[in-house]
């Protein structure tokens, strides 16, 4: 399934409508469940008693040195830990510095690397989880494929993932108004739409960044323009919008992060 995630992933920055994009996605989750043969659990042995913690598991393969980590940071920290409980379920073999970080916020933090998806989906079911969020979509390390068989009774997309994942197992996505519009996102996801107020994530700075500096404005009167994204997602259409824009502010500079590729010795990162 690797190639069609890929391909899902490629349609959120290549030259696709939003149809198309949302017909191969739903036809992924229809092979899902009909080529593979996958019955969703309908009965689970969760407690249903109002007083309980609810527990609330994430599943990810970026609980490390990932964006991911530092907008999922917030959330947990925040947690009413008189009524939820966060339970881990991490896909990948890198455990640094801030897996450790993240990981005394959790309740439990199961490594579910190896594992196929039918004992992934078992152990999600025996840990009894209530709400299993995926944080990855068809993003790498992810392990969308549980997802299908519903282990846990609600389970929802948030974060790691700018599009529908194309399951109907998966209810809801979190997200707000403005990644999604109102009135225009709808018609293109198969999950619910759950709009926070204001905004769907919130960034977390490393505990080790840098002091902030003064701006290169205010010391050499130069305007610079930055770019950090994946350099998979820069296309051509995206370089003649650079171009223009460059072009139209006198001695511009465009800074350019990607860790695949244009990298110098201080950071990964190229002036342009």
Known sequence: LAPWHNLLLATNWRNVSQVDAYAEHLAFGEHLQQTLGIEPTVEYSNTLRPQRKLRIGFVSGD????????????????F?????????YYNHTQFDHRSAELKHLFAEWRSIVGLNDEDVAALIRRDRIDILVDLSGHTGNSR???FAHRPAPVQVSWIGYPNTTGLKTIAYR???AIADPVGESEPFYCETLVRLPDCFLCYTAPQVAPAIGPLPMQKD?????????G???ITDETLALWSRILASVKDSRLLVKSVSGLADSIGKRQLI
């Not at 009413?80 to 339970?87: L, M, T, V, Y």
Request: net charge positive.
């Open 63 to 78: 609980l490390r040195t990932h964006s991911v980590s530092y907008f999922v940071e917030a959330c947990l920290r925040n």
């Open 231 to 233: 350099r998979v997602k």
């Open 174 to 176: 979190i997200t707000d």
């Open 221 to 229: 009167s130069i305007v610079t323009f930055g770019s950090f994204n």
């Open 80 to 88: 009413n830990a008189q009524k939820f409980e966060a339970w881990a």
């Open 144 to 146: 969308l494929d549980v």
